[in-house]
């Protein structure tokens, strides 16, 4: 049988388990989750990489907490809703309900209410609109809902940066945003040879092509004495475009760029054709994705290519051949991160513990079957889903595996940032040292909160 309670216990439980919770998010966190420290050669050490001394990036490159952004929050609350819009939405006696909600590419939000979720239809609409639209679908749920919608955030013009700089990926700007003043923030590196800054601008159409300029900037930024500044070496952007900047010195025929959630940014991995430098290497010889990375979602930007290639890192790395793709010279890899509450946390007696990419709607039995599956000394009849543990309001929802997989009981519909967590049962083998401290985690409140970060 299915039940919501949060009983006092719990929060005993979180109190006691905290310094253990700590540790265990530091031991996944470490080794667990880390595609670097898994990849080992036939003799079980650490795999070895090598790179060019002359190309070694900086200790101050890029982290993936770094984000530079020069756009502002202006909020028209009389302009039509757009996608990449934020809306809160505020209805009264349903907590669970409310909160901010972005809208979505086809214009709809999607409001989660008892376990469903339910779309609405905001694209193109004033507030007072989206307020009827937003209340017209709850009606068939709730009497008369009290409902208010506000704008919390609006889409801002974006560039992508690459190359020899302090700070790649995306970066926000402003309408009167121009080159020379987005590099100076971004701070470019020693080595960065400002005088062939490459600037990508997206085809206009599908029968244009896109504008590629090779712009001296360090002519801007250090002009003859006898000669007036060129403004065409330092253009205002636009949104979408790409600003590449190149190394002095390139090992061989190139470099490529591994930015993003990886374990360490590397702006200038040696590049290599015999045998081909492949995506799924290259993001190992950054380290590896960090466990926070979004590894359905990896972008590789490709000087001429007005698109990005959208490459299925996981997929890649179990040699799917279509996936993990040869790289090009200047090749810049980005490795996005898992947006808050894009996942869902799966631990405890499953084989792949970790987190689910939360894109569509997604029920229980789904998240554990991405997860591997119960392992056989799995605890399977009493398991729970921890909501909202980040907002200070956990609820638990106990729920029974096998009645759930006999058809005894309701398949439960997730909410994005959920943490389910599966009893490990007992095993035979030698515990190792995370296994010891899951006992005292028990229920795992804290536990989930680690690993959500």
């Keep these: 049988m299915m039940s919501i309670h949060v009983t006092p216990e719990h929060g005993r439980i979180a109190r006691r388990v905290s310094l253990a919770a700590a540790v265990a998010g530091l031991l996944l966190a470490g080794s667990l989750w880390t595609p670097a420290a898994l990849a080992q050669n036939d003799g079980g050490q650490p795999a070895k990489t090598t790179s060019d001394s002359t190309q070694k990036p900086a200790d101050n ?29 505020n209805i009264a006696g349903e907590t669970d309900a409310s909160g901010n909600y972005p809208v979505d590419p086809a214009g709809n939000i999607n409001i989660h209410y008892a376990g469903m979720t339910l779309p609405v239809a905001v694209k193109g609409k004033t507030l007072d609109q989206a307020h009827n639209a937003v209340a017209e679908v709850l009606k068939k749920y709730i009497k008369k809902p009290d409902v208010s919608v506000s704008i919390v955030a609006v889409p801002h013009p974006t560039v992508f940066l690459s190359g020899a700089l302090r700070v790649t990926g995306e ?32 085809a206009q159409n599908a029968q244009s092509k896109p504008d590629i300029q090779t712009l001296d900037v360090e002519k801007y930024t250090k002009p003859a004495a006898d000669k007036p500044l060129d403004p065409s070496l330092n253009p205002t952007l636009h949104d979408k475009d790409r600003i590449f900047v190149p190394f002095k010195s390139v090992s061989g025929t ?9 374990a360490k940014p590397s702006p200038s991995i040696p590049y290599r054709s015999t045998p081909p430098l492949t995506v799924s290497e290259a993001v190992n010889l950054a380290g ?65 513990p970790g987190k689910i990419v939360f894109d569509k709607p997604m029920m229980l039995t789904e998240a554990v079957m991405a997860a591997g599956g119960v392992t056989a000394t799995a605890k399977t009849k009493s398991d729970s889903i921890f909501r909202g543990a980040d907002t200070g309001n956990t609820k638990v929802i106990t729920f029974n595996w096998e009645d759930i997989q006999k058809g005894k009981a309701k398949d439960i519909a997730l909410q994005p940032g959920d943490n389910i967590f599966i009893g490990p049962g007992t095993t035979t ?21 680690v690993l959500r970060r």
């Excluded at 982290?63 to 819009?85: A, E, F, H, R, V």
């Excluded at 799917?320 to 631990?347: G, H, S």
């Design 61 to 89: 490159t890029q982290k993936p907490s770094d984000k530079l952004s020069l756009g502002t929050q202006d909020i028209d609350p009389s302009k039509p809703i757009q996608p990449g819009y934020v809306l809160s939405v």
């Design 254 to 262: 190139g470099t490529v760029s591994v930015t993003g959630d990886v």
């Design 429 to 449: 083998h030698t515990p190792s040292a995370l296994e010891q401290i899951l006992p005292i985690l028990r229920d795992g409140a804290l536990f989930f909160s």
């Design 288 to 352: 590896g994705a960090n466990a926070t990375a979004n590894k359905e979602i990896v972008t590789v930007r490709r000087p001429g290519v007005d698109k990005p290639l959208i490459v299925n890192l996981q997929k890649a790395e179990q040699g799917d051949l279509v996936e993990n793709i040869e790289l090009k010279p200047d090749d810049d890899i980005y490795v996005t991160p898992l947006q808050e509450n894009k996942f869902v946390n799966v631990a405890g007696g499953v084989f792949k």
């Design 171 to 202: 970066a926000q700007i402003r309408p009167d945003t121009t080159l020379v003043d987005l590099l100076s923030r971004a701070e470019w590196l020693d080595n960065a040879d400002l005088t062939q800054v490459r600037l990508i601008r997206p």
